[in-house]
């Protein structure tokens, strides 16, 4: 590709995200979340099903609109990053710098990535954990963005259920026509120290608005915000 054209294209994804990050602003009022500092993470599903959506450049569409709420957020602007199928993999930070081809750089040219398999959600979810509470310990909240579309193991809310003591919120994104079944338990699953998770199905999620995304992204986030900190899982 020449030059002339990737840096027309890094231009175009700049002036972009700069928007949504003004969209997210706006939402961020709303939900009286302005000032939280919290770190986020997207896990983008590339099991078999997914592949299309890799290679229309939906995904990397989700990882920009994601970037935007990381940015605000996170004190380094950075949004972390996991795939998975049966296997999963830990993928460099994305930030406004690298975010132009970053789908196509560091996923689908990446060939150490397990790409196109079936669902296995709890290993990804324990690397998760383990990244924020023993790697790199901090009272800063954490909130994940879990982009699926169906087929989750039923042992995912044992996962979710052990994790509610951790400073983590999970925000599931179903896409797609399946019926997540598991995904559609979250908010009436029982044995948990607070509501530690949260699903919305977004049948074409690159048919939403920004305005809608952002809404329904930080809806519940709020909610467990108070309650992790009534229960002094986060510093009050």
Known sequence: ???????????NVLSSIDLRK?????????????GVIAR?????DITGSM??????GTVQE?????LAVACKFDDNQSLDVWVYDTEFSRLPPVTEQDLGRYVFTHILNNRTIHKFGRNNEPPVMEDIIKKYTEEEPDSTPVFIIFINDGGVVKSTKNVIMAASVQPIFWQFVGIGNSDFE????LDTMK?????????IHLDHIEKVTDEDLY???LNEFPLWLSAAKEKRILRA
């Open 1 to 11: 590709m020449p030059l002339e054209t990737i840096r027309y294209e890094e231009k």
């Open 22 to 34: 003004k969209i997210v602003q706006i939402t961020l009022e709303k939900k009286n979340l302005t």
């Open 40 to 44: 986020v993470g997207v896990v983008l």
């Open 51 to 56: 592949r299309n959506l890799y290679n229309n």
């Open 62 to 66: 989700v990882v920009e609109r994601i």
């Open 182 to 185: 598991v995904l559609k338990q």
């Open 191 to 199: 044995g948990r120290l607070v509501d530690n998770a949260n699903f």
């Open 215 to 217: 809404d329904q992204l």
